[in-house]
């Protein structure tokens, strides 16, 4: 055991790969990584503290910090709208200048950006609207942002399955994943921007889509929101992580 021990303690360590650190810097040979397990709950802006998520904020229409709470049966955190008709909850990061590297590092088009969510929809999704990805807004409105990349799903539009959303210059691309929407369903989303600029969608590591060159060094924000669709019952979703990463510099 002594042996052991001794050969262990001056034996010399090399580490292949990615070492993360307290779960926020990653350090990748080539890239700079944020991870996000909301270990905090998001609030409102105005009450930012200590004691509320530092990098992320909650935002949307008679969206409030009570509509974010840790699930109780997902790791993650569940957002709830209140039930009216086009109530939203929507998580974004902290915007203040120097608040948070989530909004202060630029993620642009040109710098090969990663971005990863994984979450679990609602029990139901009847007069349902999620979407999640990397946005210059944070309106679900497709002919909102000239640039954008994001997966939605709204029953509005007679979805079934996930849609994979591209603009690129105001030439806005509505592709159909043929991956069907389902309730009560974990779902990992991910999109990742190559070197000549083309993101390809990614849900459960399988790829569904690749654009066209993206419009150059236009810098993205992640988004992630639900809205109810129908003066109905309350509409929720579960957050579990979001990740980000990009180069270091072209």
Known sequence: MANGISQ???RNWRFKGDVQVDGHLNSSRNRYELVEDFRQLPSINASIAVSTNLDFEVLGTNASADDVIYSTTVAGIQLETDGAD??????LPHLDASQTAWAGVLWGTENQVIWEATIRTGATITSYMVWAGLKLTNTSTIATDADQIFFRFSTDDSDTNWRLISSIGGADT???SGLAFAASTIYRLKISIDSARAATFYINDVAYYTTAALTNDIDLIPYVGIQDLAAASARNMV???EKISRIFFE
């Open 239 to 241: 957050l579990c992580n």
């Open 8 to 10: 262990l303690e001056n």
């Open 86 to 91: 086009n109530d939203q909850v929507i998580i």
């Open 174 to 176: 509505n592709t159909d």
